[in-house]
């Protein structure tokens, strides 16, 4: 399987190094980043800000585009095929500006109240949608509840991903995206094609980090798009890899991370707690969550 990571998700965003603590407080990488669209109205997000969180090390972003809704507290959206290649056209045009073209992921916002409100319209909307995304080069995925996600997959709507709102939980814990509450395993099953939002709120009570309300979410790492112009992706491909010998803060981190996770296999943590020396127990904590996520089990 591919890695997954945890992430956050908020309307308005938090000050880049608020936003870093976030992640550390859940130890997570990405950010949901919500680039426009016909339905976004909060206008909290900025290429300018997608930078600085790059600069603040955050190195991947859900890049998600609000599109047409319908229904509940939504005026009436226009749920049409013509509508939907419409706006990816113009959700290809708001992530250039934010400085990614090619292959990349990017990501439709389907709220539940819209499928509910005129299903068949939404399916064809979504279908539309992520077509033109994908002839465009780029990688398109839906973010919506897996009832839609269901009508979608018989819909046979091209989405290389899925981003699954199903909540669970109110607080961060370590989950497997590909075992997301509400979806059949054979929607989206490859390595790379799903996301959960599993944390929200739950019996009214939402959840906060370090005085934020968000949403909680763990994602593949192939659902992810990396800073805009892969400026970080360069300084990342220069940098040695950890191996066995060496300590410091990068270590503590690593180490910190395979203490958290657990393995498939087990059920328990690859390691029993961080430390600040990459030692043979860390190594060969390594080699099995590399081999466990079908990776080089090379132990760096």
Request: hydrophobic share 35%.
């Amino acid at each position: 399987m591919s890695p997954s990571f945890q992430g956050l998700d908020r309307g308005v965003a938090p000050p880049a190094a608020t936003a870093k603590k976030m992640l550390e407080t859940i130890d997570g990488r990405w950010w949901c980043v919500y680039i426009g669209g016909p339905y976004y109205s909060l206008h909290g997000w900025s290429p300018e800000i997608v930078r600085e969180y790059a600069r603040h090390g955050i190195d991947r972003f859900m890049l998600t585009y609000v599109g047409q809704q319908a229904g509940g507290q939504f005026k009436e959206g226009e749920l049409t095929a013509q509508r939907g290649r419409r706006d990816a056209q113009e959700a290809l045009a708001l992530a250039k500006n934010y400085g990614y073209s090619g292959d990349f992921p990017l990501c439709l916002d389907v709220e539940l109240a819209t499928f509910d409100h005129a299903q068949s319209k939404t399916v064809d909307y979504a279908r539309a949608w992520c077509a033109t995304v994908r002839e465009a080069g780029a990688r398109p995925g839906v973010y919506a509840n897996p009832a839609p996600l269901q009508a979608m997959a018989k819909g046979k709507v091209p989405a290389d991903f899925v981003w699954i709102a199903s909540w669970v939980s109110n607080t961060a814990s370590h989950h497997n995206p590909h075992d997301a509450k509400g979806i059949p395993a054979n929607l989206w099953p490859r390595p790379g094609q799903r996301a959960w939002q599993y944390g929200g709120i739950v019996k009214g009570k939402p959840c906060n980090i370090l005085g934020f309300n968000v949403d909680i979410n763990v994602a593949d790492l192939g659902c992810h798009a990396p800073p805009p112009n892969g400026k970080k992706e360069q300084a990342h491909k220069s940098a040695r890899a950890l191996r066995r010998g060496d300590r410091g803060p990068l270590v503590v981190r690593a180490t910190h991370r395979l203490s958290m996770l657990r393995s498939r296999k087990t059920g328990q943590p690859y390691l029993d707690g961080p430390r600040s020396r990459f030692d043979a127990e860390t190594e060969t904590a390594l080699k099995a969550f590399q081999s466990e996520h079908g990776l080089l089990a090379s132990g760096r």
